[in-house]
């Protein structure tokens, strides 16, 4: 199963993980940003003591003849040393790299000059190693010229890079420090806004469990933001829906006991009074044998209303031929309509329904067996079908009495009180029900003529199946 | 006939009993599954009344068990209406009849005599006449009788007369009717049914037995 995505984790990786992605590139290029600020800087010192050490020197001879001389004090470098664990180290030389002073052991320069803007003199800087140690130097080609002579030098300063080090790394730390901070801030600030966004949904799935079984009574809000409105409107909803479904099942239940009450009452009296010797045995068996026999159509219609339901949720109900089946129930009924001798007539057509074959043999046998048993006997009783491009009109033409108008609305519901001369009062809402599960609608006309009521049409007008079902 | 009765309502199972002794029928019953097995297997039932919900092994798996052995005897399955699929999974798993409760006790006495009589015509004994009212009808000849006066009736007329005698009061389809009077004729008007049943009426109408035309539909014999 999948599991349920967590909006409040969503909001916070979503807010947090973008933030500290941008935080993490800002921190890489401060740092290096400040780095190459250190650089410059100090470069600029050891070319600067590069160039005093330029000053000071002396050339004899010209140019390629030339011998350069150097006289470097110590303390002449001295005051550009930055503290005491960084050292400055020199060498003079030649352009051939001919060594005039300095330490030896710092190896000559042998790159090339890049075109530096910034600096108008001929300096270059690079790292090297010296002693075993890194070392950044600058190199600068000083043209000497004296009295007697005029050469070209090679000035190189070298220092170690321990205090460069030591003053990045305390600026990456620094930077670490304060971007952490921030992050710190920003997660916080978006827990508690994602926290006090979520409260409204907890409050209400809160107030949701915490209800009694049977409340549906609809959800009161009044701070619910407005984003939750819908959910609150839609739960409400499915509430009064609810509400009404177990009011109706309710009531059904009650009204089903009562029905059932009825025939246990008749049953009890009709019984004891037998034993009284009221009447004869044979006679009030047979009276009990009625009194059984409604109680069993009505269970059993109990049975069918919960079977209607129950197929209402199936899908995929095949096509059946309507005509086929209203000429089978007519042929199952037919003792019923021989008793009667009833003046019976049937005219079908083709009808493709799709429907559980038993909804619509079922509406069709109560249809019939009410039409039936409102028919006098040796009266007309006739079953149509019309049909058109959509839909299919099947009639119960019955010779009855027909219904009062004000009746004709109560009938569909279960044990309507007019519906009592026609037994338990289900049939015709099972029909009712019927219809509606399958799209159609159900009337019951009154026919009339000059005044007077020669009997009841019963119509249920249903879809037809597609043509390609 | 000997019945074996599977129910395990305690009162349904000995009002059924006595119901079904006095009507000449001998009855062996037990209330459940594994008892019922034992029982079929021993007593030789001619039909099993078989209830569906029994405690520890059901009526289902009774009748599977009985077919797998191998027994043949017709059942007749009982069981509370209103169950989606009842009916088909009766029918599919080897059973003969199925009768929803609450049943009238004369059709289960009916369904059960053609259950027996469909047992012994296996055996090859001749079936009983169809009768209706004073009219009787002889299952292999298709001779017709009145007052045990033999009714002169065409070929025709016969096969109609004995095709509604089948189910008295029950109306049969004409277009089933057509077949069975006309069986090899193709180019027979539909409307010739109609002649047939005219000429049966008049011949019948002595008899106070009634041809019943339930137009659109069919025909039904019924006893006035």
């Known amino acids: 199963m999948k599991r349920a995505v967590s909006l409040q984790r969503y909001l916070l990786l979503g807010i947090l993980l973008p933030v500290i992605g941008l935080i993490v590139i800002n921190t890489v290029s401060l740092y290096a940003q400040a780095l190459a600020a250190v650089n410059t800087a100090y470069d600029r010192t050891l070319l600067a003591s590069a160039k005093v050490i330029g000053e000071q020197l002396d050339v004899e001879g010209y140019d390629d003849e030339s011998e350069l001389r150097a006289t470097v004090p110590y303390s002449a470098l001295e005051a550009f040393e930055a503290d005491n664990r960084s050292r400055l180290f020199y060498r003079v030389s030649s352009l051939g790299g001919e060594m005039v002073s300095g330490f030896a052991e710092l190896p000559f320069w042998r790159g090339k000059l890049p075109q530096r803007p910034p600096y108008a003199a001929l300096v270059d800087f690079y790292n090297d190693r010296f002693r075993d140690e890194e070392v950044r130097v600058a190199v600068l080609l000083q043209p000497v010229a004296s009295l007697n002579g005029r050469g070209m030098a090679v000035v190189q300063v070298a220092e170690t890079l321990h205090l460069r080090r030591t003053l990045a790394r305390q600026i990456l730390i620094d930077t670490i420090w304060r971007q952490a901070l921030l992050v710190a801030v920003i997660a916080l600030v978006a827990v508690l806004v994602v926290q006090r966004g979520m409260r409204p949904v907890r409050r209400l799935s809160g107030q949701l469990k915490a209800r009694t079984e049977g409340d549906l009574t609809p959800i009161a809000a009044p701070d619910a933001p407005r984003e939750l409105l819908p959910l609150v409107d839609a739960t409400n909803q499915v509430m009064t829906r609810l509400a009404l479904l177990l009011d109706n099942q309710k009531r059904f239940v009650r009204d089903t006991a009562h029905q059932l009450r009825t025939p246990l009452a008749v049953l009890k009296t009709q019984v004891q009074s037998a034993l009284h010797g009221d009447v004869e045995p044979r006679q009030a068996l047979l009276e009990i044998n009625d009194t059984v026999e409604r109680a069993t159509v009505l269970a059993n219609q109990m049975l069918s209303l919960a079977k209607v339901e129950q197929l209402r949720q199936q899908p995929d109900a095949p096509v059946h031929d309507l005509a086929e089946i209203v000429r089978s129930v007519a042929l199952e009924l037919s003792p019923l309509i021989a008793d009667a001798d009833l003046d019976f007539e049937i005219a079908t057509r083709t009808a493709p329904v799709r429907s559980h074959e038993w909804m619509l043999s079922e509406l069709t046998r109560n249809l019939l067996h009410n039409a039936i048993k409102h028919t006098p006997a040796g009266g007309a009783l006739s079953i149509r079908m019309l049909t058109d491009a959509n839909s299919v009109a099947l009639t119960f033409a019955d010779s009855g009495p027909g219904i009062a108008d004000g009746l004709r609305a109560r009938l569909f519901q279960p044990f309507s009180p007019g519906d009592a001369r026609s037994g338990s009062g289900l049939g015709l809402a099972i029909c009712h029900e019927i219809v509606r599960a399958l799209g159609g609608i159900i009337s019951l006309e009154n026919r009339a003529a000059r005044g007077r009521i020669l009997g009841l049409d019963a119509t249920v007008r249903l879809p037809l199946a597609d043509n390609e079902g | ?224």
């Open chain 2, 1 to 224: 006939m000997k019945i074996l009765l599977v129910e395990d309502d305690p009162t349904m199972r000995s009002t059924l009993e006595r119901a079904l002794s006095r009507r000449g029928m001998q009855v062996d019953s037990c209330g459940d599954g594994a008892r019922a097995i034992a029982a079929w297997r021993e007593s030789e039932p001619d039909v099993v009344v078989l209830d569906l919900s029994l405690p520890g092994v059901d009526g289902l798996e009774v009748l599977q068990q009985a077919r797998r052995g191998g027994a043949g005897t017709p059942v007749l399955i009982l069981t509370a209406r209103g169950t989606v699929g009842d009916r088909v999974i009766g029918l599919n798993s080897g059973a003969d009849d199925y009768l929803p409760k609450p049943f009238d006790l004369d059709e289960l006495v009916a369904r059960l005599q053609a259950l027996g009589r469909r047992a012994e015509a296996r055996g090859d004994k001749p079936g009983d006449p169809l009768r209706v009212g004073g009219l009787r009808v002889e299952k292999d000849s298709g001779a017709a009788y009145f007052r045990d006066q033999v009714l002169e009736l065409t070929p025709r007329e016969a096969a109609l007369l004995q095709a509604l005698m089948g189910r008295p009061g029950h109306a049969v389809a004409k277009e089933k009717l057509f077949e069975l009077v006309f069986p090899d004729e193709a180019d027979v008007q539909y409307e010739a049914i109609e002649v047939v049943v005219y000429r049966l009426r008049k011949k019948l109408a002595h008899t106070g037995v009634s041809l019943m035309t339930l137009r659109g539909l069919g025909y039904l014999i019924k006893d006035a």
